[in-house]
């Protein structure tokens, strides 16, 4: 069967609107020049001057510390949750538990942040907390909707998982917790992660319900990025975003280099017991 240029071409136009504009980001965040789109020669000042803005480091150690918090406390409540739903088939309410877990997921951003905000504002009248908005309700808020995607990571390996393997470990006198840490927990170990990374970075780059949950001195990156853009696009804020994508590209390559490895290291293994 012989094969025309569509699909070639296909690719290369695909691939030249996603990377097109990134790369001409990276290029621009060493313009000399104030004006973004004019180029007037190679400089990194920008960089420096990103280095010594208090307010995008601050921003960005924030944004940092909350997508940590929230990724973690996600990571396991969402492990809980997708235990409870693929381990305990029947139970009251299951129905309900498993709808609420997966509402964030098709919720619009805008009324999950509103929602959110109508109930920090209530607690805070009822129970007079939260104080304020800050932080710890950003912290909530992310938790909220990570939460669901660690769900659906962690639950998709625990439903393809061989339970023989538990039953065994338990008819050999195990108690339940010991299957889950030396069982379980190894065999679900890269979803757990995986989850945390989603959740992490989902935290990380949430513009739209930080803006409805923060308060006074709880701006996160996002919040200060877009602030910042409604001015003119500055290039210290393509200098940031070009920090960020060498970060995203340097994770990506270390671990695409540790997955060629371990692909590799089964094979030699065998032959080496061959030989």
Not at 7 to 23: E, H, Q, S, V
Not at 115 to 125: I, R
Not at 153 to 167: A, G, H, P, T, Y
Request: aromatic share 8%.
């Amino acid at each position: 069967m012989r094969k025309g240029p569509f699909l070639p071409t296909a690719a290369i136009l695909g691939f030249a609107f996603l990377y097109a504009p990134i790369i001409s980001l990276v290029i621009f965040s060493f313009n000399e020049n104030r004006l973004v789109t004019v180029w007037s020669g190679f400089s990194v000042k920008w960089y420096g001057e990103l280095l010594a803005d208090p307010q995008i480091l601050g921003a960005a150690g924030l944004s940092l510390q909350i997508a940590f918090a929230s990724a973690s406390l996600a990571l396991v409540l969402g492990t809980l949750m997708a235990i409870a739903l693929v381990r305990f088939r029947r139970f009251r309410g299951r129905t309900m538990l498993a709808g609420m877990i997966s509402a964030p997921l098709v919720m619009p951003d805008v009324i999950t942040g509103l929602s959110l905000l109508l109930l920090f504002v209530a607690m805070e009248s009822l129970i007079g907390w939260p104080a304020g908005r800050g932080t710890m309700t950003i912290i909530i808020a992310h938790t909220t909707f990570c939460m669901a995607y660690v769900f659906v990571v962690v639950q998709s390996r625990l439903v393809d998982m061989d339970i023989s393997l538990e039953e065994a470990a338990m008819d050999l006198g195990a108690t339940p917790f010991r299957v889950f840490v030396d069982i379980t927990l190894p065999i679900i170990a890269p979803a757990l992660i995986s989850g945390w990374l989603l959740g992490f970075t989902l935290s990380l780059d949430d513009l739209v319900i930080s803006s409805f949950v923060s308060g006074p001195g709880s701006s996160t990156l996002p919040m200060v990025i877009f602030s910042k853009i409604k001015l003119g696009v500055s290039p210290d804020v393509n200098a940031l975003a070009s920090i960020i994508i060498g970060v995203v590209a340097l994770g990506v390559g270390i671990a695409t280099l540790l997955q060629l490895r371990g692909q590799k290291n089964p094979v030699g293994a065998s032959a080496s017991e061959i030989m």
